[in-house]
């Protein structure tokens, strides 16, 4: 590792410790997520960190720019924004019946495949049944409608404790990445409105990272073999007391070296499969294109050099089905939309619909991720997007249209 490096950022970040920042805002949560983590690559902190090629750095470089036009022209589109109310009991209700959804879908689990991962039951790998884990993974939106109404104050120790039990079942079942979802949710509703500070921001980062190293010390057997065997395998440079955290920096770095090799191979494409892959899940047409994803998928992991190590940033989805092309213009409304939904939730001071705060939240965490994998092609996704917008037509009461020449939302 290169220590000098290290000191450095070490330095820079005391320095700018209370430097205070909007969260949210996509340009930055882009710059600051893609530039530490290839400060965490090049500190050669993992040694099987091969060196980043070429055609990746070209892709890093472009897509990056791409992504900041996109989204300083997204905020600066001009839609009269529209603020709303919503009849707060609708809004616990739809909650209180996606949490009776989210808890039978568990109870049927549990009846059908028995005691869960967590108390011995099936590997998290085969407990799954399809058609429950649809209803399971609602547990997203019953989330999203509890921080809103917790933030706007209503009925919080009824919805605190539902929160609580949903998060048992999440561990439970062994899941750690809606716990992640859980904490970028938390971080995005306490972040509204508001300037917080670097050193903020690096807790809300050490409490991921020590969530998912407890998740991996709660679901793996023989956790000090397992990180052993890890750390010898790919040659992990730091002090061994710094051992647990193979995994999360594993899963944080190695998606630039599986796409620095794939760039260089010679592939086709699937013109939007890939991208869509979600969406024909949902749909169950998914099958229609088996051929085609079994060449995607075994394309892919021929370059992988650890098989277990599998994702390859959000990029990697573009270039799997446009090429580089892809990579040059799928950045530009990726940032142009993030852009645009950021700026109608400001203008609204927050009081926009829930289904354009929910997908200005899905554009902020989809940034969170967008180092790791391609959160458009989740299959929940489209399943949530459409709950949120019932819930939305369900519960709105008042309307009010803001003044497009005010941009702090008084009312027109």
């Known amino acids: 590792m290169n220590y000098l490096l290290f000191l450095i950022i070490i330095i820079i970040l005391y320095s700018i410790r209370n430097l205070k920042f909007k969260l949210n805002e996509p340009i930055f949560l882009y710059t600051f997520i893609w530039s530490t983590i290839l400060v965490l690559y090049l500190s050669q902190i993992i040694g099987i960190l091969t060196p980043l090629s070429a055609p990746f750095y070209?892709?890093?470089?472009?897509?990056?720019?791409?992504?900041?036009?996109?989204?300083?022209?997204?905020k600066r589109i001009t839609i009269p924004p529209i603020s709303y109310e919503y009849n707060r009991n609708?809004?616990?209700?739809?909650?209180?019946?996606?949490?009776?959804?989210?808890?039978?879908?568990?109870?049927?689990?549990?009846?059908?495949?028995?005691?869960?991962?967590?108390?011995?039951?099936?590997?998290?790998?085969?407990?799954?049944?399809?058609?429950?884990?649809?209803?399971?993974?609602?547990?997203?939106v019953f989330w999203f409608i509890g921080f809103y109404l917790i933030f706007q104050k209503y009925r919080v120790k009824s919805i605190l404790i539902m929160i609580l039990l949903s998060l048992i079942i999440i561990v439970l079942k062994g899941n750690k990445f809606?716990?992640?979802?859980?904490?970028?949710?938390?971080?995005?509703?306490?972040?509204?409105?508001?300037?917080?500070?670097?050193?903020?921001?690096?807790?809300?980062?050490?409490?991921?990272?020590?969530?998912?190293?407890?998740?991996?010390?709660?679901?793996?057997?023989?956790?000090?073999?397992?990180?052993?065997?890890?750390?010898?395998?790919?040659?992990?440079?730091?002090?061994?007391?710094?051992?647990?955290?193979?995994?999360?920096?594993?899963?944080?770095?190695?998606?630039?070296?599986?796409?620095?090799?794939?760039?260089?191979?010679n592939t086709s494409h699937s013109f939007g499969l890939s991208s869509l892959s979600g969406i024909l899940s949902f749909t169950q047409?998914?099958?229609?294109?088996?051929?085609?994803?079994?060449?995607?998928?075994?394309?892919?992991?021929?370059?992988?050099?650890?098989?277990?190590?599998t994702t390859g940033t959000y990029l990697k989805e573009v270039f799997i089905d446009f090429g580089f092309i892809g990579i040059v213009l799928f950045p530009f409304f990726y940032g142009f939309f993030s852009g645009k939904y950021f700026s109608l939730v400001v203008k609204t001071n927050y009081n926009c619909s829930i289904f354009n705060l929910f997908v200005s939240f899905t554009f902020f965490y989809s940034i969170c991720i967008s180092f790791f994998t391609f959160y458009f092609n989740s299959i929940e996704l489209v399943l949530n997007l459409i709950l949120v917008y019932f819930i939305h037509r369900f519960a709105a009461k008042k309307v009010r249209r803001i003044s497009s020449s005010n941009e702090m939302g008084v009312e027109a």
């Open 58 to 74: 070209f892709s890093l470089i472009i897509s990056y720019l791409m992504f900041i036009m996109g989204s300083s022209i997204g």
């Open 90 to 140: 609708k809004l616990f209700l739809a909650a209180t019946f996606l949490f009776f959804v989210i808890t039978s879908a568990f109870m049927l689990t549990i009846v059908k495949l028995g005691a869960p991962p967590v108390l011995g039951g099936l590997s998290r790998e085969h407990y799954y049944i399809g058609y429950l884990e649809i209803l399971y993974l609602t547990v997203y």
């Open 285 to 309: 047409t998914k099958d229609l294109f088996l051929n085609k994803f079994t060449l995607i998928e075994a394309g892919w992991k021929e370059n992988l050099i650890y098989p277990w190590l």
């Open 178 to 265: 809606p716990i992640i979802y859980f904490l970028c949710l938390l971080l995005y509703f306490k972040s509204q409105g508001k300037s917080i500070n670097i050193k903020t921001f690096l807790l809300y980062t050490v409490v991921i990272i020590t969530v998912f190293t407890g998740a991996m010390y709660l679901y793996v057997d023989n956790f000090q073999s397992y990180i052993r065997y890890k750390t010898n395998l790919v040659d992990f440079n730091l002090n061994e007391n710094l051992w647990f955290l193979i995994d999360p920096l594993l899963y944080l770095t190695s998606n630039f070296m599986n796409l620095s090799n794939y760039l260089g191979a």
